[in-house]
């Protein structure tokens, strides 16, 4: 199984620890560096299967400056790592930075773009405006390679998503009992674009939830997806490990 987007550097050092006995039954994990302060980290943390992205998250977009290009261009080009961002909207968290987070993500897209690595992206907003606003991105944009991270279900978001052969990752709120529409997208996407991740520490699946998430808590949500689409796990396991491959070439 695949972890493709966690934060190991958000984790305690015993939560680390405990992530850390898990990892030889992940086949491998992105853990994404989100802002300048942890890329260091990130790539510090980035030993045997686990590979890091770098990027600035929305919510740290306003942060953008040529200095901090210059750095995320040296970052982006260490050899361990597989993709830009996180990068996207927010309208959740910092809904008064957008013009500073389409300049962060037009920035992103384009390094991505240039490094030949994908572009993961999230999204974030109370009325759905941040979806709508990155569905009419993509489609003007056309990225060549891209996930979304942590999708949930948007059906603009969607529409824009298949039409540009977006990968959509699946997180922890898949296995929650009121997100059948989320379930019911899961159902209709074709199996070659579908991933699984944690978002560790965030987003625990089912029966994980109020705790802090980790890697190899991705089998709930992978078994939730087997479920899903009626196959097996082991299939939806060497499907999505494929995918993944596919998406973040490993090797
Ligand atoms: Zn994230």
Not at 4 to 22: M, P, V
Not at 160 to 186: C, D, H, I, M, W
Request: include cysteine.
């Amino acid at each position: 199984m695949t972890d493709t987007h966690a934060h190991l550097d958000f984790l305690e050092e015993a939560e680390l620890e405990d992530a850390k006995a898990h990892f030889p039954e992940l086949r491998a994990i992105l853990t994404l560096g989100v802002d300048p302060t942890r890329w260091e980290r990130t790539l510090a943390l980035a030993q045997e299967n686990v590979y890091a992205a770098v990027g600035l998250h929305p919510t740290s977009a306003h942060l953008l400056s040529p200095e901090v290009e210059e750095a995320l261009r040296y970052y982006a080009c260490h050899p361990r790592v597989r993709a830009v961002g996180e990068s996207g909207l927010d309208y959740y968290w910092t809904p008064e930075t957008k013009p500073a987070q389409l300049k962060a993500l037009e920035f992103q897209a384009t390094l991505a773009e240039e490094l030949g690595l994908p572009l993961v992206l999230h999204v974030r907003s109370k009325d759905g405006q941040a979806e709508e606003d990155l569905a009419a991105w993509l489609l003007a944009h056309r990225p060549k390679r891209v996930v979304l991270h942590a999708f949930g279900g948007h059906p603009a978001l969607e529409a824009a998503g298949l039409e540009v052969g977006a990968y959509f990752s699946f997180a922890g709120p898949l296995t929650y009992k009121k997100n059948q529409a989320l379930r019911e997208a899961a159902q209709r996407l074709p199996l070659h674009k579908l991933l699984v991740e944690t978002d560790t520490p965030f987003l625990p699946p089912e029966p994980h939830r109020g705790k802090r998430n980790l890697p190899h808590h991705v089998r709930h949500t992978l078994n939730r997806l087997a479920e899903v689409r009626g196959v097996a796990l082991e299939e939806m396991e060497s499907i999505t490990d494929q995918n993944a491959e596919t998406c973040f070439r490993w090797t």
